[in-house]
């Protein structure tokens, strides 16, 4: 490594990301509040960037970003980076999807077990002296195939946490040869024909964006139970609600929604009295809010005390072996 790296935090993140760096030698300035125009007026002074969500990495930001060497990004997906752009001025990338793929993988079986037990409706009822029995009585998840769509890290991670269950599971990606011992790779059409619940893992991208709609539901043989811990852009809402109106979706695990603002830190933004603006609630998502067989979380599949400390040990370790 030539000279001092000077790098730029603009998410709060673990504190072992800038003392590890500090052991590097690395020079680390904070700036969580300035917005983009102000970071992107400095951003020339800086080797490496340090970032969440907090906003996108455009072209734009790119050419103003001259001496920029790496763009740590805490967290899995890199659709808010301009990655062509960035890989053809020669920026490192170093997401970390390695850090929270435990993570995702217990959430997500969390919210299946959940559903199927309908634990949620159950505690609601206990909670106001309601006690039935036979309207929460649960289904098994033994014998049941799950199928997985996007089998990188977060994928094979549920998949793993599948092992202690009697449950076939397969695998759809676009990427061939990614099967393993925790699961078979199929085609769609098998992958339509054979699943009982659907486990979407997939990135954010052109042929991600609206890939659960009407069309792909209708296709599925039996009627399915969906899980989404990946991006909410990936499922149509308004398709989803008709597909549990008509059976065809028994429920859904739904951490992400596609109408989060893409800081994924709100979804429909602050009112002027600081609380959430619901007064442009789309009707699927009325519908989602009520339905007993729905579960929803705010985007934490990934988010655990634990994960947090991953995130960042994985960008320093990337940097660290590409630099040092």
């Known amino acids: 490594m030539e000279g001092k790296m000077k790098i730029l935090h603009v998410d709060v993140n673990h504190p072992l990301l800038i003392e590890q760096f500090n052991e590097l030698g690395f020079q680390n300035d904070e700036d969580y509040t300035s917005s983009k125009a102000e970071i992107e007026a400095k951003i020339h002074e800086y080797d490496g960037l340090i970032i969440r969500s907090r906003f996108s990495i455009d072209s734009e930001f790119l050419n103003k970003a001259s001496k ?31 850090g929270n793929r435990n993570a995702v993988g217990e959430h997500t079986l969390g919210m299946l077990l959940s559903l199927f037990n309908k634990l ?36 094979k991670a549920f998949a793993k946490k599948l092992r202690g269950f009697d449950v076939e599971v397969i695998c759809y990606d676009i990427q061939g040869g990614v099967g393993d011992e925790n699961a078979r790779q199929v085609g769609i059409m098998e992958l339509h024909q054979r699943t009982d619940v659907l486990s979407l893992h997939v990135p954010q991208t052109e042929l991600t964006i609206g890939m659960v709609n009407t069309e792909f539901i209708e296709k599925f043989h039996n009627p399915f139970w969906i899980l989404n811990t990946a991006r909410g852009k990936a499922v149509i809402s ?87």
């Not at 790496?70 to 980076?81: C, D, K, P």
């Not at 603002?261 to 009520?290: C, H, R, W």
């Open 238 to 324: 308004d398709d989803l609600v008709s597909g549990l109106k008509l059976g065809k979706v028994l429920g859904a695990g739904l951490d992400v929604l596609e109408y989060e603002k893409a800081s994924f830190e709100n979804m429909f933004g602050i009112s002027a009295s600081g609380t959430p603006d619901l007064s442009k609630m789309p009707e699927a998502f009325q519908y989602l809010i009520q339905a007993e067989n729905v579960l929803l979380t705010p985007h934490v599949a990934g988010w655990t005390i634990e994960s947090l400390e991953k995130l960042a040990q994985t960008v320093v370790d990337k940097v660290k072996a590409k630099f040092c």
């Open 68 to 98: 920029l060497k790496f763009i740590g990004r805490l967290g899995a997906g890199l659709e808010n980076i301009d990655v062509l752009h960035a890989e053809a001025n020669d920026i490192f990338l170093a997401a970390a999807p390695e």
């Open 120 to 155: 949620q409706k159950a505690d609601r009822e206990v909670r106001t002296g309601k006690w039935d029995r036979e309207g929460n009585r649960g289904i098994e998840l033994d014998g049941k195939t799950v199928g997985i769509v996007g089998y990188g890290n977060m994928g």
